[in-house]
């Protein structure tokens, strides 16, 4: 019914520029009431860092950037959601225009530059919405002035830990002045140190820590991903999610604004952070559990990130071009890959083309 919905006024809602789209359709998820979650299918259930997800279908942050309608959101069908990119202090982001639909492409082309109501109001809604369920992280970013970005993040993980049900350290956003500087392995051991510090020190006796993500770009060298592997794997976090957007341009790319600057997200960016996650699952060994995003936008897509090694898929970008019934559609496709299996369901699958993914083969 949802897709059938979103067929009819998509064409509508494509007359709008894509900015002013988006914060309707956020308006709309919050003030909706919110829709029936379906059962949960014993198929899709899946556990990773410490939580036990209803299924593998997340809400990748950006689409609700200041955790407005996660509710709603979770309402759609998704397993968890990921709000943010939240940043210490409010910050305007780049100025508009900044974000490009490319159609021909089904990609969009961002460079909302972190936009943020800051920490605190979103450590409110988040508190507002305690004990209401569903799974929630939170992406974290460094203001684009800041003089020590590192303790950015430790003031973040401090503030927001109690609320959340993993943090995500974003050093990947390509929209924030020298933000991907901070991959650097030197960098970001240093940063990652401070903020396990920190959610150390905002976690209760007895409690159990709150997971710790890093989310990385696509556009690493083989020699650079060796680096950020090593750190995450020295510091123990709990996951990595790959990938962010990207800022090559595919020469395949046909849309009006291809050349806009900013983050590629959709379609074209799934091969390369495909790829990209692979590469990741060999060099993890098993020591902590992937998330996949970038280019899902069927069941087919989300189970080749499986294959590439994540337990664990997101979107966003496709539901500006297929709708919201996307993501049961997700669902379905991937419980009936799991009941396929003859034991282990999804967990098996998990990884078993990574080897050919990670030279490129079969994307």
């Known amino acids: 019914m949802i897709g059938g919905l979103f067929n009819l006024v998509r064409p509508l809602v494509h007359r709008i520029d894509a900015e002013t789209a988006h914060r309707l359709t956020i308006a709309a998820l919050a003030a909706a009431p919110p829709l029936k979650t379906a059962p949960v299918d014993p198929a899709l259930t899946v556990s990773a860092f410490g939580l036990v997800f209803p299924n593998p279908v997340g809400l990748a942050a950006g689409f609700d950037k200041h955790a407005q309608a996660i509710d709603g959101a979770l309402g759609l069908g998704f397993g968890f959601v990921e709000i943010g990119g939240v940043t210490p202090l409010p910050q305007p982001g780049n100025a508009r225009p900044r974000v490009f639909r490319l159609p021909e492409d089904e990609a969009v082309i961002n ?81 990652i140190g401070r903020a396990l510090e920190a959610r150390d020190a905002a976690t209760a006796p007895g409690a159990r820590p709150t997971p710790i993500l890093l989310k990385i770009a696509p556009d690493l060298s083989l020699p650079e991903l060796d680096g950020v592997v090593a750190v995450a794997r020295r510091r123990a976090i709990d996951g990595m999610i790959v990938s962010n957007t990207t800022i090559a341009r595919p020469g395949t790319l046909r849309g009006r604004d291809r050349n806009e600057t900013g ?96 030279r490129g083969e079969g994307l």
């Open 111 to 191: 460079r909302y530059g972190l936009n943020s109501d800051g920490m605190e109001a979103v450590a409110g809604r988040l508190a507002a919405r305690r004990g209401r369920g569903g799974l929630v992280g939170v992406n974290l970013g460094a203001n684009k002035d800041s003089a020590d970005r590192a303790a950015d993040y430790a003031v973040l993980t401090r503030r927001l830990a109690p609320h959340a049900d993993f943090l995500t350290i974003n050093v990947s956003s390509p929209n924030t002045p020298g933000l991907r500087d901070l991959q650097g392995e030197a960098a970001l051991d240093a940063l």
């Open 263 to 358: 983050g590629l997200s959709g379609r074209p960016l799934f091969a390369v952070s495909t790829q990209r996650l692979a590469q990741v699952f060999l060099r993890v060994e098993g020591q902590f559990p992937l998330i996949g995003v970038g280019g899902v936008e069927s069941a087919a897509t989300a189970l080749a990130k499986i294959r590439a090694g994540a337990s664990l898929v997101q979107l966003y970008t496709a539901m500006v071009f297929k709708g919201p019934g996307l993501v049961a559609e997700i669902s379905r496709g991937l419980a009936a890959a799991s009941r396929a299996q003859p034991a282990g369901g999804l967990a098996a699958l998990t990884g078993c083309d990574a080897r050919a993914m990670a």
